[in-house]
């Protein structure tokens, strides 16, 4: 059976945030949103559980540190001990002050790259990938809200339909994924 | 929404406030100066003292010292004399009448060899290893300050009064420089909170009276916190002449040393009157025009604020160490002041919260007022971390001796203080929910609270007290007292005026404000 997703677009992100908490009222569930800038609080409206981004982050950064810690005291603790200024230079912990500048960009780094690949791995977003946004509108004005069918099989379709005309949409689209 | 100050807030705040006074009154009388002791070999001990006792004096200690010492023969040998040191016991009378500090780089006031023989023959073994621990434990006895004199300068007070004087007008000082960074900004969030602010910088007056204290006495000669105000040091003929104080002498001088604090205080209280005033105002007018002058005149002060709040740290507290200085000093304090300030809101709004006058501040202002709070503890350990960093690498003498006065002789304070407040802070407010939680929120706001105390106590006792610091009830005290009459004065000032700004053009956008 082929699953149907109906696309309805908006030009103003208030009738789609409106829009959006009239559906969930009614109890349709929207799949998702498709904006050119971010809307404050529609992730709720709509249920998108919180991002754990955050949480990626920290790891990262964990990892950061860890591979900084063990890089220098191979560097210069172990490989090639370096006379700085005369300071200590026989482990890791004497000398520790003069390398956390190191230690910190690292994590950073780490963080850093980590999140931004995560975060366009799990959106499906990496360079050349296919587009997955339903009309390149959504990355100049307009606001496009995703409802899959299967989703919302126990509505019936012409109360669906008559709903998603209540929000008073500007285009609507529906397409078929096999 | 009305607030007036509750009977039992009132109680609980002049009830710490007053216990702290009859603490601090206790703790005054137990100021000690110390005597310093060396270990020559397991019977003798060399006990050395520099500040000023009378013959009776020195005969009490004396006294003290044999009860403490019981089971021990102990015969006191006046090593000073015997040593050629031309210094008759005479001398201190003609001395007490003459500047106090005069007589500290003529040597000792005495110096003792104790011997320690036993008295007691009963048990062998016993007597043996009590022997052998009986030098130790007389320098122990020392170094804890259990024989000591009568700390005739005040010193701890002094030095209290200026720790607890400059933290709580920092607070203030903070609360003042927010909210002009607010109106600066056109910031629209935290309108629903400016009134706390308002509230916690009028308690200024306290912060203020207590550092007046100390600056005149100081300039009076009353106490030694700031050793520049010596007129001996910068006169090139007296032979306590110190030639790095004086190339600081156009700076450091007691007139443009006024001149500074005078013009400080009142901008600081010009502005803050104002402020209050207009705010005022514009609950009963309305309209933009008094936004508009608020929003200039804040600018203003925060062209003040970035000049005064460097000279200000430099002057209040730099100074004690008048031969060191860091480029990063005033920025450092800045961000202590301003974390301190962040701190006493956060507390504030959530005791009135809890009372149900805040019904308009919701989740999201206190999360960022707890976002200022995570990321100002981290400008603080930045700025922490960067001058002792850079000190400790280059490791020039005149540079290091800071920080090596206070590891060697504040080590647990001065390490534990950057550990709770960059530690606490980074693993408890990272998360969004702890800083939406109240109780985590009271907590870890408690222990920076007191860490950001503690900061500024490392950064004044070291350069007043050396190695002769001590916590007790007239550190307690102090801080007690300060805190019941600070927060007491808040509270008092918050009844005076509604808690919410009327008029002001960006409030419904904060009372919506979500994130």
């Given at each position: 059976m082929a699953e149907k997703v109906i696309f309805a677009m908006y030009d103003d992100d208030d009738k789609l945030m409106d829009g959006a908490k009239h559906l969930v009222a009614n109890d349709v569930k929207v799949s998702d949103v498709y904006s050119p800038m971010p809307l404050h609080g529609i992730d709720s409206i709509i249920g998108i559980e919180p991002t754990r981004l955050a949480i990626t982050a920290f790891m990262y950064g964990i990892t950061?540190?860890?591979?900084?810690?063990?890089?220098?005291?191979?560097?210069?603790?172990?490989?090639?001990?370096?006379?700085?200024?005369?300071?200590?230079?026989?482990?890791?912990?004497?000398?520790?002050?003069?390398?956390?500048?190191?230690?910190?960009?690292?994590?950073?780094?780490?963080?850093?790259?980590?999140?931004a690949i995560t975060y366009l791995i799990r959106n499906k977003t990496l360079p050349g990938m296919p587009p997955r946004n339903p009309d390149p509108r959504t990355t100049d004005d307009k606001f496009v809200m995703e409802i899959k069918t299967s989703e919302n099989t126990h509505i019936k379709e012409s109360v669906l339909s008559k709903l998603i005309k209540d929000t008073g949409f500007l285009e609507i689209e529906e397409k078929s994924i096999v | 929404m009305e607030y007036k100050i509750s009977e039992r807030a009132k109680?609980?705040?002049?009830?710490?406030?007053?216990?702290?006074?009859?603490?601090?009154?206790?703790?005054?009388?137990?100021?000690?100066?110390?005597?310093?002791?060396?270990?020559?070999?397991?019977?003798?001990?060399?006990?050395?003292?520099?500040?000023h006792a009378n013959?009776?004096?020195?005969?009490?200690?004396?006294?003290?010292?044999?009860?403490?010492?019981?089971?021990?023969?102990?015969?006191?040998?006046?090593?000073?004399?015997?040593?050629?040191?031309?210094?008759?016991?005479?001398?201190?009378?003609?001395?007490?009448?003459?500047?106090?500090?005069?007589?500290?780089?003529?040597?000792?006031?005495?110096?003792?060899?104790?011997?320690?023989?036993?008295?007691?023959?009963?048990?062998?073994?016993a007597i043996l290893e009590n022997h052998e621990s009986g030098a130790d434990h007389l320098v122990e006895m020392a170094k804890s300050g259990e024989i000591s004199f009568f700390d005739h300068h005040f010193r701890r007070f002094w030095s209290n009064l200026l720790v607890n004087g400059f933290f709580f007008f920092g607070i203030a000082l903070g609360a003042l420089f927010y909210l002009a960074l607010h109106y600066a900004t056109e910031s629209g969030w935290g309108v629903v909170l400016l009134r706390i602010f308002e509230g916690i910088m009028s308690a200024m007056p306290i912060g203020i009276i207590a550092l007046l204290i100390v600056f005149i006495v100081g300039t009076f000669g009353g106490h030694h916190i700031y050793a520049w105000m010596d007129s001996?040091?910068?006169?090139?003929?007296s032979s306590h002449f110190d030639p790095i104080i004086y190339g600081k002498k156009a700076y450091l001088n007691?007139?443009?040393?006024?001149?500074?604090?005078?013009?400080?205080?009142?901008?600081?209280?010009?502005?803050?009157?104002?402020?209050?005033?207009?705010?005022?105002?514009?609950?009963?007018?309305?309209?933009?025009k008094i936004h508009f002058t608020m929003y200039r005149r804040a600018a203003l002060f925060l062209v003040f604020f970035a000049v005064f709040?460097?000279?200000?740290?430099?002057?209040?507290?730099?100074?004690?160490?008048?031969?060191?200085?860091?480029?990063?000093?005033?920025?450092?304090?800045?961000?202590?002041?301003?974390?301190?300030?962040?701190?006493?809101?956060?507390?504030?709004?959530?005791?009135?919260?809890?009372?149900?006058y805040l019904p308009f501040v919701n989740e999201s202002h206190i999360h960022d007022v707890g976002k200022f709070m995570f990321a100002l503890s981290f400008?603080?350990?930045?700025?922490?971390?960067?001058?002792?960093?850079?000190?400790?690498?280059?490791?020039?003498?005149?540079?290091?001796?800071?920080?090596?006065?206070?590891?060697?002789?504040?080590?647990?304070?001065?390490?534990?203080?950057?550990?709770?407040?960059?530690?606490?802070?980074?693993?408890?407010f990272m998360s969004r929910d702890t800083k939406r939680s109240a109780g985590f929120l009271i907590v870890i706001g408690m222990l920076i609270f007191i860490g950001h105390w503690f900061d500024v106590f490392n950064m004044v006792m070291p350069?007043?007290?050396?190695?002769?610091?001590?916590?007790?009830?007239?550190?307690?005290?102090?801080?007690?007292?300060?805190?019941?009459?600070?927060?007491?004065?808040?509270?008092?000032?918050?009844?005076?005026?509604?808690?919410?700004?009327?008029?002001?053009?960006?409030l419904e956008e904060s009372k919506h404000h979500e994130y």
């Open positions: 950061g540190v860890i591979l900084a810690m063990i890089g220098i005291r191979y560097m210069m603790i172990i490989d090639w001990p370096m006379n700085i200024g005369g300071k200590p230079n026989f482990s890791l912990k004497e000398n520790m002050l003069s390398f956390v500048p190191i230690f910190f960009e690292f994590t950073v780094l780490c963080a850093a790259h980590g999140m | 109680k609980v705040t002049l009830g710490t406030a007053v216990l702290g006074l009859i603490f601090l009154i206790i703790g005054f009388f137990q100021q000690k100066d110390f005597v310093y002791a060396k270990k020559v070999d397991n019977h003798s001990v060399e006990l050395l003292y520099n500040g013959l009776e004096a020195q005969n009490q200690l004396k006294e003290t010292i044999i009860s403490k010492m019981h089971g021990y023969n102990l015969e006191f040998h006046d090593s000073m004399h015997s040593d050629n040191h031309h210094k008759e016991p005479s001398n201190h009378h003609e001395e007490s009448n003459s500047h106090p500090e005069e007589n500290e780089h003529h040597g000792p006031t005495f110096k003792w060899l104790i011997h320690l023989g036993h008295a007691n023959q009963e048990n062998e073994s001996h040091l910068v006169d090139p003929n007691i007139p443009f040393f006024w001149i500074r604090i005078v013009a400080y205080f009142t901008t600081f209280i010009l502005f803050l009157r104002w402020f209050k005033n207009k705010s005022k105002e514009e609950d009963e007018q309305g309209g933009t709040s460097s000279t200000m740290s430099w002057d209040f507290i730099m100074s004690i160490d008048a031969h060191w200085f860091s480029t990063l000093f005033g920025w450092y304090c800045f961000s202590g002041i301003w974390l301190s300030g962040m701190i006493m809101v956060m507390m504030i709004t959530l005791y009135l919260r809890k009372g149900g400008l603080w350990s930045y700025l922490w971390f960067s001058q002792f960093m850079l000190i400790w690498y280059s490791n020039i003498p005149e540079e290091v001796i800071y920080f090596t006065e206070r590891i060697n002789n504040y080590n647990i304070l001065f390490f534990g203080t950057f550990i709770v407040n960059f530690f606490f802070p980074m693993v408890f350069g007043t007290l050396f190695d002769q610091w001590e916590l007790g009830l007239l550190e307690l005290g102090m801080f007690m007292l300060f805190l019941g009459l600070f927060v007491y004065s808040v509270l008092n000032s918050l009844s005076k005026s509604p808690l919410l700004l009327k008029n002001h053009p960006f």
